[in-house]
């Protein structure tokens, strides 16, 4: 919700307020302002018998998206506790504000969907007076149902004078044969910021809510076109908001809002870097210390006590009379640059005056990912430095790492290694059709033993003991069930074996990485599983290839297995563009033997946070996937340390799709290769490089 008073950007312009449908807007109507770049905003309103959750993400400064999830009560056409709808928007601004020119923007609202609110608008917004501002616009479908007149846009083409009726089967499809056709109406309103916190509204509602007001709902009466409201921010992330609608109904709001690019909790309480220690200059040739017996033992014991205090692990270390290679494994910085900075410290402290050149290798799951080499004056010289981060990433070399060895030093004490935790477990599903929400809570007892670099057994054993995820439907799918039987699953997994695998991670040759994975690797499947990726350290695309054999575990997730087995795999692209966006295509088979391709685009911040959304369409038909007619859905990866303050490196990942079906289904496999290696690759590294003086 930006600053109380004023929007990102537009320091002359009232802050924008998010409307009942959880987008930038008055109460019902829309409004052409934006929200601040990359904030992620969640809104609950409810009035008349409906209750809708928004969640909503300004994409790009002018791009923006929303994913809707309602209930209409009392709807006996669909039976049950009313009508559960899952929908989707976008609304991009078109023209920016101003002296005399208002800013404009245009809108699809559920454009994917059942069309429960499909709607497409443009809408104009102007600032009249430093605290007041009038919007108006034209609406089309349920924004043009009350008084409308005949669509403008029939000049143009006489297919926009009339609107298709009816909606896909199935839902979930984009109806845009639809868009902009039909009737067409008027709406605006005003809004007075009366104080920092305080806005006052009033608006021309052009939506007559006629599925709402049909005589199997009768939910409400609208006596009026007019609405009134107020929005309260407590501060720059909540709000609440109050309404009387359509002359009958009160209506409240929620609105909490949080940017990526801002974290909640300012500065860190984590540990201080080790001071850069400087070299007297008549030491710098000065190899005395080549010539003491266990010089190199008590090089390698100072770097690991070192790095250990500061939550890293020295992997390997090896010493040359001007060099030194360090292999380390990050355990707590989100930032690749941030682990690769302090280590360079810790080796300006502990290293001999004559050793010049510092190589570090970050390890992830036994891949040496890349190697970072940083010149020890740079170091000394640039610590203080003005624009230190930018100067010293140029003077490093970033190169691929496969002919590093492991290193004539080695880190005995790391092998093998046995880890283990017992505590709690949540599990959620999202969107049954009777259910918004539904989740399982347990006790969970995990463990990981490496056997060495890169060999990793691990296993989950999980005990329900209380959760609704059991009382879901039951698959009602034409194809083969593949994840549609998820309440069988938690119904008859007590306890539940979810994982128990071999893993073996290892650099297959330069830019080439390589993964083989056995045993039972998610809680519905379990076979072999192997991956070969090549990535260049210095390049923006990846190309991946993983093939797999797996057959359906039984219902009790325990040893057994059913008679269903598949051969599945995908060739995957991976791209980043220089805008921070990420994509990624996967083409291949999928669990149920259908044939298709997975389209991702990611939004992704230098800090770990990543919000996107994905499609996949196969050979299975709209029809035989059932409601939702293809897997689609938005997805989240939020690190803690955004919330915490402290240096973390766990991120939690959301998936939200509107339907679990079961085409297009993908195996879960753990440490895939991509997201192994990429974080001390140059485009990564670049990205979080601030954080190298941290």
């Known amino acids: 919700m930006g600053n109380p008073l004023y929007a990102e950007g537009q320091t002359d312009a009232p802050t924008y307020h998010y409307n009942m449908f959880g987008a930038p807007g008055l109460i019902d109507m829309p409004t052409a302002r934006s929200g601040d770049d990359a904030e992620l905003a969640a809104t609950l309103s409810h009035f008349a018998g409906t209750t809708r959750t928004t969640l909503s993400f300004q994409i790009t400064p002018r791009l923006s998206g929303s994913f809707r999830y309602t209930n209409i009560e009392n709807a006996p056409d669909v039976g049950g506790d009313g009508l559960f709808d899952r929908s989707f928007d976008l609304r991009y601004r078109l023209v920016d504000e101003g002296h ?109 809510y006629a599925p709402e007001r049909n005589a199997q709902r009768d939910l409400f009466d609208r006596a ?49 870097p080790t001071p850069v220690v400087t070299r007297p200059p008549e030491e710098t040739r000065s190899l005395a210390w080549t010539q003491q017996p266990d010089g190199l033992d008590i090089l390698r014991s100072n770097v690991d006590r070192l790095l250990a205090f500061e939550g890293m692990t020295l992997e390997a270390m090896t010493v ?116 918004p929400i539904r989740a399982d809570i347990g006790l969970e007892l995990s463990g990981r033993y490496v056997i060495g670099p890169g060999l990793t057994l691990a296993g989950k054993l999980r005990q329900p003991l209380v959760g609704t995820i059991g009382d879901g439907q039951g698959s009602d799918s034409v194809i083969e069930p593949v994840r549609t039987n998820g309440a069988l699953y938690a119904q008859e997994g007590q306890p539940a074996l979810t994982q128990l695998t071999g893993a073996y991670h290892f650099n297959l040759a330069p830019d080439y990485y390589g993964r083989v994975s056995a045993g039972y690797l998610e809680p519905m499947f379990g076979g072999l599983s192997a991956e070969v990726l090549w990535k260049p350290v210095d390049s923006r695309l990846g190309v991946g290839l993983e093939l797999n054999y797996v057959k359906q575990r039984d219902f009790d997730q325990l040893f057994g297995f059913q008679d269903y087995d598949v051969v599945t795999g995908h060739a995957s692209a991976y791209y980043t563009f220089e805008n921070n966006l990420h994509a990624q295509i996967d083409v291949g088979r999928y669990l149920a033997g259908d044939y298709g391709a997975t389209l991702a685009l990611d939004r992704e911040f230098d800090n770990g946070w990543r919000v996107g959304a994905f499609a996949t369409f196969t050979d299975v038909s709209f029809d035989d996937f059932g409601e939702g007619s293809f897997d689609k859905g938005i997805r989240f990866s939020i690190p803690m340390e955004h919330f915490l303050g402290t240096p973390s490196r766990r991120v939690e990942q959301v998936v939200l799709r509107p339907l ?3 085409g297009g289904a993908r195996l879960n496999v753990d440490g895939r290769l991509y997201e192994t290696v990429r974080s001390y690759h140059d485009n990564d590294l670049r990205g979080s490089w601030g954080r190298f003086w941290r």
């Open 100 to 208: 005399v020119r208002p800013s404009v923007a245009v809108g699809l609202r559920d454009f994917i969907g059942t069309g429960v609110y499909s709607s497409e608008y443009i809408v104009a917004t102007k600032q009249v007076t430093p605290t007041v501002e009038v919007s108006g616009g034209i609406g089309w479908g349920l924004l043009g149902s009350y008084n409308g007149f005949t669509n403008p846009l029939g000049a143009i083409n006489d297919r926009f004078e009339t609107r298709p009726t009816g909606f896909s089967g199935t839902g979930g499809q984009v109806e845009s044969a639809r868009w902009f056709r039909g009737d067409a109406a008027l709406f605006g309103g005003l809004r007075w910021q009366t104080t920092d916190s305080l806005s006052l509204i009033a608006e021309y509602s052009s939506d007559d």
């Open 224 to 272: 009026s076109a007019l609405n009134f409201g107020l929005s309260y921010a407590f501060n720059e992330t909540t709000a609440v908001q109050a309404h009387y609608l359509y002359g009958s109904e009160l209506a409240v709001g929620l609105t909490f809002g949080l940017n990526p690019k801002r974290p909640l909790v300012n500065g860190s309480t984590g540990q201080r």
């Open 320 to 435: 040359a009379p001007t060099l030194a290679t360090v292999q380390i494994r990050n355990n707590t910085y989100i930032a690749g640059a941030e682990a690769v900075g302090r280590t360079a410290r810790i080796l300006t402290k502990v290293m001999p005056a004559s050793v010049e050149t510092f190589v570090i290798v970050p390890v992830v799951r036994g891949i040496r990912t890349s190697a970072v080499h940083i010149t020890r004056t740079d170091v000394e010289v640039l610590e203080f430095e003005p624009d230190n981060a930018w100067k010293s990433y140029a003077r490093a070399k970033i190169t691929d790492a496969a002919g590093i060895g492991r290193g004539t030093v080695q880190n005995e004490a790391l092998y093998p290694q046995f880890r283990w935790r017992f505590g709690p477990y949540i599990t959620t599903s999202y969107f049954d059709p009777d259910s």
């Open 660 to 662: 679990t079906r079961d």
